[in-house]
């Protein structure tokens, strides 16, 4: 073993400091990265769900259900809408825009008075069982609290017991509240943006690294058709890998396939050709596969975390969940626990196809601009 030198051995990371410093983007990603991630997970990451939406199909419609209600609107955990209609209470449940609905049975309030039992039913949505806990441990106490107050006002001068209702609960498209079959979706979702992003993003930063990328463009070939070259391989590459989870989620773990598989492949192919188009528009505005590494290392983290993936999305403050609306996983997660899970047919996720179609055009009219104007730099 020879001796290390320890002029040498300074020379050298003097060296590397030096290149550092002169690079932009390192230092970008060195101080800013970090910190904007510490600060917006810290406040972002939260387990306790507020606001869950909720619709009560109240058939009473008495003094004993409006105060019932509005008791859930003041707790926080819920944002009440007002539904006579099941049709209409369903399509939205079904669709993933409610978690919860609460129905108020007609004898409501000649339950409270007569002090008789009643049935209330809670039905929640199984997917993301987390998102709902908290929410339906309060809805336990306000319905007892409001239940005792009324039939204690109205039977404290009798001898009649008090009345009890009864919470009937009823969780749909998850019933065992297995985890997995919340979690597998979301890891798929999860994989197909990070791998051809990733990919596709290195296969062209590193033929410019290698003078690849000038040879190309000495031959004469556009930018689209380059970049068009670039991302078929790896939007295919992406199909494979849906495949290929969906056989394990649906052999090995266990997960139902409720939906349609057309469906779940379309929307698939889609959310794959924008993680590809990203991919390929983040080329412009870094120079080696380092910052590419760093880049999408920070845009994994930024989404994975903001998308609701690893703590419930109504638990985030207001302004994390605007941030994280922006992101395509978070609807692309929304869409593939719909289909899969609850066999949603995507005409009812109308609002999420809507985002990813709108990210996509605006992705690819930025990298339009960028790409050329990198192009037409001696690179």
Partial sequence: MSIINPTILLALAQKEIREIIRDRVIILMIIVMPVINLVVMGYSVNLDAKNVATIV?????????RTLISAMNNSGYFRVSIVQEEIIARRKFSSGLVK??????????????????????????????????????SLQYLIENTEYRESYNYSSTTNESLSKTNVVFRKWFNPKGDSQINIVPGLMGIILSIMPMLMVCLSIVRERERGTFQHIKGSGVSPFV?????????????????????????????????????????????????????????????????????????????????????????????????????????????????????????????????????????VIIIGYFLINRRWAKNT
């Fill in 57 to 65: 199909i109240d058939h009473d419609n008495s003094a004993f259900s």
């Fill in 226 to 362: 380059y970049l068009s070259g670039k991302a078929i391989p790896y939007v295919m590459i992406g199909l494979l890998q849906l495949n290929l989870m969906l056989v394990i989620s649906i052999t090995i773990l266990d997960i139902p396939m409720q939906g349609s598989y057309s469906e779940l492949f379309a929307v698939s192919a889609l959310f794959i050709l924008l993680s590809v188009v990203i991919g390929v528009s983040l080329t412009t505005v870094i120079t080696n596969q380092l910052q590419a590494m760093q880049l999408l290392s920070f845009y994994f983290l930024f989404s994975n975390m903001l998308s609701g993936f690893l703590s419930p999305f109504e638990a985030m403050p207001q302004w994390s969940q605007w941030l994280g609306n922006l992101i395509p996983l978070t609807h692309f997660m929304r869409v593939i626990r719909g289909i899969m899970v609850k066999g949603t047919s995507i005409t009812l996720m109308g609002n999420e196809l809507l985002h990813l179609v709108s990210v996509l055009l605006t």
């Fill in 100 to 137: 919860i609905l609460v129905h108020i049975p007609n004898d409501f309030s000649k339950s409270i008075i007569s002090g008789s039992n009643s049935d209330i039913l809670v039905e929640t949505d199984g997917t993301d069982p987390s998102s709902t806990a908290n929410a339906l441990q």
